[in-house]
């Protein structure tokens, strides 16, 4: 099983990030010892994607220098980019090979990635500077026990109690590895023992309220499971399994507020929704019911259980011909799960097809002869539920999850949280960026404007040389600037520029500045239209050298490729020619590189561009460029991740995702969560 960290909420330290932004303006060349210290202070109040970038100008300051390797991998281990951390580890290695702190570190990450035979190497050979280190036995014998070698995790956890008698997750550990051989005696001697030495460890109590619901010990468990919620309270899984078992304790109103509260702490929890749902079905709230399921078909298709019992809800509602698309779509995928046919049956009856009804009953006897004759040979077709499957590394699934758990269509799943044990690195906590809700998109294009949100996980500068030297000559009142599609404006003012332009336009004075100045303002307006005239004016005004206004017509296209035309004569809107408007976009991002040919906001513009467009290829190609000029724009390889995915190129995908989250573009991290 999966040895996972604990998670505590997410904090931003605000006044901390403030004074060590006005310290490193100070430093006229970067301090890496003083940078790295400000860092290890963000990292210590868990903002740990700023506290990335402050390691990166350590490293960048002295490449040399082994913490702040370290303490970036720290941080890349908390935010569970477990690939970057392995990496940094080895660098921080590689420069200081006496930083046991390191080899412990690379050795858990590798544990959590399910490398175990290599984290045992690092736990030895930093036993060989630290024989007696705590940690390093811990994470050995917990390692040892992942592998099966259980006579090995045995001696291990002789030497740690016999030098630590008191450290209660060793007892903890030792009974689970008690477990998985079966002997549950021992294992609840050791989680007596380790609850005896503090009442405060969530690892016992759910190895114990695990083993009390297989003996159907349901008031034992509910109190162990009762300790393990008050201890980590915004648990959804926790209440999941409690759920489970105060609905085999008869208690329904119980069991239905615990899934209520789940889905309130994780909206999109399929195992929840999809129990609530089998909840309301069997207390025949119908209409409830039929929403949950269809809920998580919803966000799940495949899923055949909440396809079944939704055609067994909709045959309850007197809606036959509903419930037989849902029971033959069924049949379809398991053609042997003979209770599909029964329930076409009826709702072939229901619906006036006697014909039709006598041959589905026909079907399933046939199948449930041949299954009484040879159960071997004709074995029932059992789906899984993937809410319901242990979440354990590679893919494994749970030893006893779909005969135990789940072992009929319309059986509440649990999740791995009540068998699993929770390995937490030294005592350390993490952090929630990972865990935001972040829907997955590409980072938006970049566009002229005459406002500037600068972020301070920003990994660009944003540096735009043709709008450097027309702001440096006032042609505007207002400097321009290069931001993404989408930053906050001031509406208010912007129709005042607006109108100041427009009294120039007017009075026939207007330079190609100022035609420049209101479609910019027209474009930040999201008034695409109008930008593109004006910008056609300034371009035909200023010259076709004019590299600002095609970066800003090539973004108002943009725009432009995904509005529906205006509505006319109170009809409903035209759809607009995408392909030309999209044809226009490209067309100005590539005339802007002509210009200059460095300008890597308008090969990620075209990136983006061929992205929407699902020509993953090209987008890639794009993003390649951009990042020979910038190696270091995070933005491409978020938007080359995703470029990836589409072509199904997942390892390309991972690395990227990693080195953007890095750079500081926080999405990475909620995606690099889903894919492992």
């Not at 995928?333 to 006598?358: L, N, T």
Request: glycine share 6%.
């Amino acid at each position: 099983m999966r040895c996972r960290g604990a998670v505590k909420s997410w904090r931003r330290a605000i006044v901390a990030v403030v004074c060590s932004f006005s310290l490193l303006s100070a430093f006229g060349q970067v301090n890496a010892e003083q940078v790295t210290a400000i860092g290890r202070n963000v990292l210590s109040m868990e903002d740990y994607a700023l506290a990335i970038q402050y390691f990166n100008l350590a490293i960048r300051a002295k490449p040399y220098l082994s913490d702040p390797y370290y303490f970036r991998a720290l941080a890349k281990l908390s935010l569970e980019d477990y690939k970057g951390a392995d990496a940094d580890c080895s660098e921080a290695i590689e420069r200081n090979k006496f930083k046991t702190d390191a080899y412990k570190l690379r050795g858990f990450v590798r544990q959590q990635m399910g490398q175990d035979s290599l984290a045992i190497i690092d736990y030895d050979e930093g036993l060989r500077y630290s024989p007696y280190d705590k940690y390093f036995l811990y994470y050995k014998a917990c390692a040892q026990t992942d592998m099966k070698n259980y006579d090995a995790a045995d001696s291990t956890f002789a030497t740690l109690l016999r030098i630590f008698p008191g450290f209660e997750e060793a007892y903890s550990a030792r009974a689970r590895a008690s477990l998985m051989r079966g002997d549950t005696v021992a294992a609840l001697k050791d989680i007596d023992k380790s609850l005896e030495i503090s009442k405060n460890l969530v690892n016992s109590y759910l190895l114990r309220a695990d083993i009390k619901a297989r003996r159907k010990e349901w008031e034992s468990a509910l109190a162990d499971t009762e300790e393990a919620v008050r201890l980590m309270p915004r648990e959804a899984g926790l209440y999941i399994n409690r759920a489970y078992i105060r609905y085999n304790s008869d208690d329904f109103i119980g069991a239905m507020a615990d899934y209520n509260h789940a889905l309130e702490l994780e909206p999109d929890n399929m195992a929840a929704m999809f129990n609530r749902a089998l909840l309301r079905y069997e207390v025949k709230d119908l209409d409830h019911a039929a929403e949950d399921f269809s809920s998580v078909l919803e966000r799940e298709p495949q899923n055949f259980h909440a396809l079944y019992n939704r055609g067994l809800v909709r045959l309850e509602q007197g809606k036959p011909k509903d419930a037989l698309a849902d029971f033959e779509a069924t049949a379809r995928r398991y053609p042997r799960f003979y209770p599909a046919y029964y329930a076409i049956a009826q709702a072939r009856q229901e619906a006036g097809d006697m014909r039709g009804a006598v041959e589905a009953v026909k079907k399933a006897e046939g199948l449930v002869k041949g299954y009484v004759t040879d159960p071997q040979k004709n074995a029932l077709d059992r789906p899984a539920i993937d809410a319901g499957r242990s979440n354990r590394r590679g893919g494994e699934e749970a030893d006893e999850s779909e005969e135990e758990v789940m072992n009929r269509f319309n059986r509440l799943v649990t999740v791995s949280a009540g068998s699993d044990t929770q390995l937490s690195y030294g005592d350390k906590v993490r952090g929630k960026v990972q865990d935001r809700d972040l829907r997955v998109e590409p980072e938006p294009m970049y566009e002229v404007g005459f406002t500037y949100n600068p972020s301070a996980l920003q990994s660009t500068s944003n540096y735009f040389r043709e709008i450097d030297e027309f702001n440096a000559r006032h042609y505007l009142d207002r400097p321009l600037y290069l931001s993404k599609t989408g930053a906050a404006v001031n509406a208010e003012e912007l129709f005042g520029l607006v109108n100041s332009y427009s009294h120039l336009i007017e009075s026939g004075r207007a330079r190609p500045a100022d035609w420049l100045g209101r479609g910019v303002a027209y474009l930040a307006l999201r008034d695409y239209e109008a930008a593109v005239a004006d910008l056609d004016r300034a371009i035909k005004e200023g010259g076709d050298a004019f590299t600002i206004a095609f970066m800003a017509r090539g973004a108002a296209h943009a725009g432009l490729a995904k509005m529906p035309a205006p509505a006319a004569d109170g009809k409903q809107p035209a759809l607009r020619n995408t392909a030309a408007e999209t044809a226009a976009a490209m067309a100005d991002f590539e005339r802007a590189l002509q210009l200059n040919p460095r300008l890597i906001y308008s090969w990620f513009n075209k990136g983006n561009l061929y992205l929407e467009a699902k020509d993953a290829a090209s987008a890639i190609q794009c993003y390649n460029e951009a990042l020979a000029i910038n190696p270091s724009y995070g933005e491409a390889y978020y938007n080359r991740a995703l470029a990836y995915l589409q072509s199904g190129m997942r390892k390309q995908a991972f690395d990227d995702l990693s080195k953007a989250g890095e750079l500081g573009v926080i999405a990475s991290y909620s995606l690099l969560k889903r894919m492992q």
